[in-house]
């Protein structure tokens, strides 16, 4: 097409033709990009962790929401990267030393690739995880019963579908800072985790916040940061 | 007007000209009608009162959602009727004997006038009551407290607003038949009740099933029939 | 992945790794766990079946929504279960007696799903049923049919897509406590069940609750226990 | 303001200065404009009125939605016209001849000023009425009463809030072509008549049509084009 | 599954199995059932096809929503069906003398299939048809050239998707009764057909009726009943 | 409050406690900022506009949105200043002269107030209008009166409330670019307005563009943009 | 089928049986039609496009949103025209001469296609393409960038799915008018595209208007308008 | 009413008759309860202070939402509070010392009641607060401007209406934990908040979490539990 002249390459950019990497901002804000997997084909999933591993080498770098045929291609190409199939993930060079814990909430078995892929994400970035599954409000005791790991952790992350109230509980029990994640998990009414969603937003247990539907990325990128900061002491993250 | 003469009066029917009472019911469903006082003046709600328990004189009769006003001239005109201004009910005549009982569960001191609303309409339907408030989900030690009132209730009404979680962990609890009753509390992202209501709907307890938002009136009247019938013994309801 | 150890078993919960069965429901609410087949693997209704069933010899165990081949894997498995293609459940063991007697009733033979899947409920935790279908509003005839047996039921079971209407008719017809379910029947504006759902909502009939749309499961879970409670006498149940 | 001038009278329009009378839509479509009362003052409902009555002496005209200061304005200053309170339409001149008969039918008290809407405007547009009021389907013998008032009429209006289930179950038991009215009529999840309006979009009935919440107006505009062509002969209505 | 026995077939009924036909809908409406094709096997197509024409051989009876597959296996089992691709319909037997002309009008050429079922329904259902295509309200005068076949129609059908404002223009021009249909023509905003719906629902052209989006047969039905009234004449309808 | 020391003052900014006016955006953008008065005390008003005019003496300021009490104390304060009491603004100093000319067209007289607010607004922002009003599709003779208008300006602002078809309709007649506002003209299913800004959205009409409900402002400030782009000439704007 | 004869062929219409293009378009709005390729067959494009080509030999043509299949087709049928595989569109014949400049500003590399479909339009619509992609504003250096290409546009297309800021940000740095599209990237409470439609209808920044999720080619009609006014001078649009 | 007796008073819990204070809140979550005033009396609100404040005379107890009236009542009654009329909080006692800073962020004037309950919330909950405000995203060097003191914070604030794009350029700008706040500021197409609350949730900055719509305190309650964490010693705000 007769565009206009592109007027040259950009400093803190590097463009991959279908995409432009911001390599700066790991400078701007502590946390070096990653690959959103959706929509894109295998090879290129593949050239943008390897084009982020050489900007990075000593920081893991990471790709979400792989398709399977996605993961297949990473695992046999880069056979050094870690592929988690529950949580979609791909996880390439050694992640930087946990500081501070974060502890993974999550409702039901169908809630899981939502926190495996938080889990994923906090080893990414920097902190250690605990994770904590099936512990639904309908069983109280399974909750109750690990109370103490809650109320230890920097940060927690709770997943939930369906109705969401697993963080109004949890929020109940612990001051700890909480970020509730909740999940396309449901049918019917619960209109691809809507109702999940607005109850989150409605909790009346004081300091809770919430991402969006399914996003146990952003969760984890935001705990990582309040879990480095509340734990800054001995470890330098790289 | 120049309207086709209408055909005459029917049976069952008690023509007031701006209302026709349904005087058939009692003898359909087991139940007599009741005076919904939303958009009726307080003179009508009056004659509506003593119309309805001229014709159950052995009945207590129900007025429900009364203005201020109306309570007031209601109090006036009809002194041996109860009126209840948090509930905005007034009921006249002596309710049957109460079989069995129905625990109403309230989250928040918000959701009191549905609680009541509830509670009045279960003596005047024939079941007892038992009125449990301030028991939400983010001070779960106030609802394991009561965790046997509920469990030999012989049903449950669970009432709440803001997240709506009270039903789903109460339904974790005891195996009581539940319905839930989404109240309008709360703000912004409520949507005036939608995030409660859509929040039963999805509860991942079993056996919960849920009304209109605020409606405390039709969950007693559904308890109340589950509650007789558990407990059919001795009391023959008029 | 280097998460923190897991404390070890809990009290209550059988872990099969990829889901913790919460084996103290039964004692707690008086019915046992059922497999949720969405989003399971044939392999994994099956052993989650057989380990339900090991668990309360004595009792029928239930799987929902199972796909046609996990239906097909669970038949070649476990032969002594009960598949029904209608309404996608196994049934795994004997049912207990039936105590009372709830009517499944649905509007059309696209309904038909819905209300298989709750009469199948119903035998597993032990009500009778009467399932009445193609009672649709439009055709009253079919419906004054069958008054009688609404009116001699323990609990009424109404199934119903596009607008919902059955149960308002229902209603009005008999004061048999009444559970509507709006079903996913319907194209364009019933948004996938949602003008059902806000019909029976709104239903002008006093005494009407709701579940989810298309969860004949939460329903049958409901009525059953009413059912009991109001047929207590001969049956003890295990 | 600086606007440019504007380029003189159009033909087939009569210009007020706050509202241009579309003077040519009586030869266009057979009836004339009509005053829509809302957001206008009592002053402009006066002056509309008489223009359109001047010109068109020999034709009634209407004003609908009007307040009641407005009601009153036009009381005092036009005295021959006929207000009615409950419909708030206000009629003058003599309306013509009734051709065909359009039976009203609503399903409780407080959807009485929209079927008096409806009433009204059949008057003015030439159609007689058969108003049938508080025949909801939770009191199908109400209904059931009235099915030949029903089967002889030219066309159907069937106004109906809450769950909106009326116009099915009409729509059921005569052929006769059907125009749903949903109201606003309810609380909660009705949505300010939303549940009516999808309910009606939905219905199983074959042959039902809807218009706007609250529309009384639109529905008798078009059951009395259908009722004159029913009865396009020297007109017997009474 | 031990249900409670049927009680045996009812009068007006012809039940199949899996669907039970309401043979007595003639008496009572003036109008045959019809075959939804929607989620029904090619086979009970065929079926129910062929027993609702065994019941009334003199009327053509007919099948919509149906599948390319199910169209080729009714065009391969009766033979003396007439298959419409573009409809999805089917049409079994002699379709009464047409009384009354009802003018189809659809706005662009994606609207085709909603036109196609309205004109075959039209046909089964005892009217003429008009059918206008590719009239959309941005090339006026494609539709201004055929107002003279809009203004002689005894009823009109005006089909429309994306911005749905077809009908408040031919509303405008002309006074026959019409019903309005949205499609779910459109994408993005146009939330499969909704944009269209409430669109039409504020038509500001007074007698607008809607039908649900793509409901082609419904309009069909009521157009064609008013049309035959339109029309009572010289033709007796069987 | 202890909270900590603000930095003091930016350059680009006018601090006045309860709002800092960017007083850059003249030269960062061509257009000066605006007194947006919902929210605003008639006090504020009156010193927002006395400031704005002293940093800005040769241009006129803008203030919309004014309550009748705001307009009244603008009116007594600052008597050179031109209140329009339809389009809710109040205009000082002298505007530019007119570069351009947008036609303004308003479907009903109800959409006034928002074509008013537009034509102030193209005032002060530098463009000539051409303000035609009552024009709705459903007398399309009135538009097609004014076609040469249309042709000949150099931009479109079409204000549209219930169905919100008039943008279509003009966008098929003529090849102006034209910005569509939805107005809040309507009652139920409209939605405040929802109907109209759909339909907007899925013109089929190409090159209609849509901004927020009620917002002849902003429709004004793109319009002027527009307009004085497409007539650069002799004008210099200051 | 029996319908009524079609009339005969109506001047500035081509019909082509399924589809009747308005020939008439270009002399109306100076702009020819366009062939949409949703839901229609590769073979249909192909005649489409040679059609519209044969009408206006001396202009390109175009078809947006083919599938796959259908640009193989196009390619191999019309080898001359140049089929777009990213914005899925194909022109055929010359683009007229650029006249003024807008610049297409995407915000990450998943607007691609929504932005190339535009970049195309508007070449066939006889305006210059200044293409800026992945400027999104969590990176604001790559935006500040490039603020000089967008103050010199003539008009600005800026495109953005998720959270739908950008237009916002560009917005406040210049005055040039912009158009803002939606695109469906997202997921989870991106509902399809409507939160960035919500946000760029109520952008801060005045002056944008918005146009329908992923509809680039719509605003590109508008741009191109737009840019062609504002360089009328030396280039003569054929 | 005959209600079941009240089992008597539970611990951890004060009984008001209209509220039960949850006293034991403190120990288990870190925080002591709060006054939520909507909906209660003046004289309530009062009293719920005073009790507060008795249980924990040695921290400052917090009104938020309350009424003019109600910040009336409480200034003369307890004038030792600190009322804020800007942002309708009281405040009773001396808060604690600060620990860590919070930035609160307000896009615009009207947002200043949000931003000023999240900053007195942040005083009781014991964490320093840095209040920056009006700058908007279509003012970027008002942003730009402050970069520093974002970046030093320990936790961020974003409170935003309109289309609540702030939120995604501050965390594009620095990587510290963001809380974002949408407000009700807006009109039409903003849905009191919604389209900022679903931008916020769609953010493409990484490390985004949302509250309620107007929910400053919520916000403030889990920032201030982050930024004490990152600051647990000894350090001294100002």
Same mark, same amino acid.
């Given at each position: 097409?007769?565009?206009?002249?592109?007027?040259?390459?950009?400093?803190?950019?590097?463009?991959?033709?279908?995409?432009?990497?911001?390599?700066?901002?790991?400078?701007? /804000?502590?946390? *070096?990009?990653? !690959?959103? &997997? #959706?929509?894109?084909?295998? @090879?290129? %999933?593949?050239?943008?962790? $390897? =084009?982020?591993?050489?900007?990075?080498?000593?920081?893991?770098?990471?790709?979400?929401?792989? /398709?399977?045929? *996605?993961?297949? !291609?990473? &695992? #046999?190409?880069?056979?050094? @990267?870690? %592929?988690?199939?529950?949580? $979609? =993930?791909?996880?390439?060079?050694?992640?930087?030393?946990?500081?501070?814990?974060?502890?993974?909430?999550?409702?039901?078995?169908?809630?899981?690739?939502?926190?495996?892929?938080? @889990?994923?994400?906090?080893?990414?970035?920097?902190?250690?995880?605990?994770?904590?599954?099936?512990?639904?409000?309908?069983?109280?005791?399974?909750?109750?019963?690990?109370?103490?790991?809650?109320?230890?952790?920097?940060?927690?992350?709770?997943?939930?579908?369906?109705?969401?109230?697993?963080?109004?509980?949890?929020?109940?029990?612990?001051?700890?800072?909480?970020?509730?994640?909740?999940?396309?998990?449901?049918?019917?009414?619960?209109?691809?985790?809507?109702?999940?969603?607005?109850?989150?937003?409605?909790?009346?247990?004081?300091?809770?916040?919430?991402?969006?539907?399914?996003?146990?990325?952003?969760?984890?990128?935001?705990?990582?940061?309040?879990?480095?900061?509340?734990?800054?002491?001995?470890?330098?993250?790289?």
């Amino acid at each position: 097409m007769t565009h206009l002249p592109d007027p040259g390459p950009q400093p803190g950019v590097h463009d991959l033709g279908y995409a432009r990497l911001d390599t700066d901002r790991l400078e701007r /804000t502590g946390d *070096a990009e990653v !690959v959103y &997997g #959706a929509g894109k084909t295998p @090879a290129q %999933v593949v050239e943008l962790l $390897r =084009t982020l591993h050489a900007t990075h080498p000593d920081r893991a770098v990471l790709a979400t929401r792989l /398709t399977p045929e *996605a993961q297949q !291609v990473v &695992g #046999a190409e880069l056979p050094e @990267a870690v %592929v988690d199939p529950v949580g $979609r =993930t791909a996880m390439l060079g050694t992640p930087p030393p946990a500081r501070g814990t974060v502890a993974v909430v999550a409702a039901g078995t169908s809630d899981a690739p939502v926190a495996a892929e938080a @889990a994923t994400t906090l080893q990414v970035f920097g902190a250690g995880v605990d994770l904590i599954t099936d512990v639904g409000v309908a069983g109280l005791h399974r909750l109750l019963g690990v109370r103490e790991r809650l109320a230890v952790a920097d940060c927690l992350i709770v997943v939930a579908g369906m109705e969401g109230a697993l963080p109004s509980v949890v929020g109940g029990l612990v001051g700890v800072p909480l970020v509730a994640v909740p999940t396309s998990v449901g049918y019917g009414a619960s209109f691809g985790g809507l109702a999940a969603l607005l109850a989150m937003l409605n909790s009346c247990a004081p300091g809770v916040t919430v991402v969006n539907i399914d996003n146990g990325f952003g969760a984890a990128v935001f705990a990582a940061r309040v879990a480095r900061r509340a734990a800054p002491a001995e470890v330098k993250s790289p």
